[in-house]
């Protein structure tokens, strides 16, 4: 087995880092699990998680920039809980795994990539030029 290279010097690793980080730490489990622990954004609850500061947060955004957050169609809805029950474990390993250098990690990353590049282009589209469209693509 070879020695891992040191995470100073993969310097594309620490993108791909923040990239997991991120998405574990605020998109899965703060944004994500917002749109499926409240139904309906106009009549809700403040949940006991995501924090009220974070709910307001995502209403806040969706309202001005991303009409399709609001609207939580049944699919928006199950791309949002590939997230949340697979992505979100997945991001946790992926951490473990480029910060220790594994190189098993490759061949699963390729994998996440595509079905991440999948959900994300439908997601796309559908903000671009579906029936909840962006009124301010950002």
Request: proline share 9%; no cysteine.
């Given at each position: 087995?070879?020695?891992?290279?040191?995470?100073?010097?993969?310097?594309?690793?620490?993108?791909?880092?923040?990239?997991?980080?991120?998405?574990?730490?605020?998109?899965?489990?703060?944004?994500?699990?917002?749109?499926?622990?409240?139904?309906d954004p106009n009549h809700f609850v403040y949940p006991i998680w995501p924090p009220a500061v974070f709910v307001d947060l995502v209403h806040s955004y969706a309202r001005q920039y991303d009409p399709l957050q609001?609207?939580?169609?049944?699919w928006w809805k199950v791309t949002i809980w590939f997230d949340a029950l697979?992505?979100?474990?997945?991001?946790?390993i992926a951490l473990y795994a480029y910060?220790?250098?594994?190189?098993?990690?490759?061949?699963?990353?390729?994998i996440f990539g595509t079905a991440l590049f999948t959900i994300v282009t439908i997601i796309l589209?559908?903000?671009?030029?579906g029936p909840?469209?962006?009124?301010?693509?950002?």
């Open positions: 087995m070879r020695e891992p290279i040191p995470l100073s010097q993969r310097h594309f690793d620490w993108l791909v880092i923040a990239f997991f980080l991120i998405n574990l730490s605020f998109i899965t489990y703060i944004v994500d699990l917002e749109q499926l622990v409240i139904p609001l609207a939580r169609p049944v697979g992505f979100g474990p997945i991001y946790a910060i220790r250098g594994k190189e098993w990690i490759r061949l699963p990353s390729i589209a559908e903000e671009t030029f909840y469209k962006s009124p301010q693509l950002r």
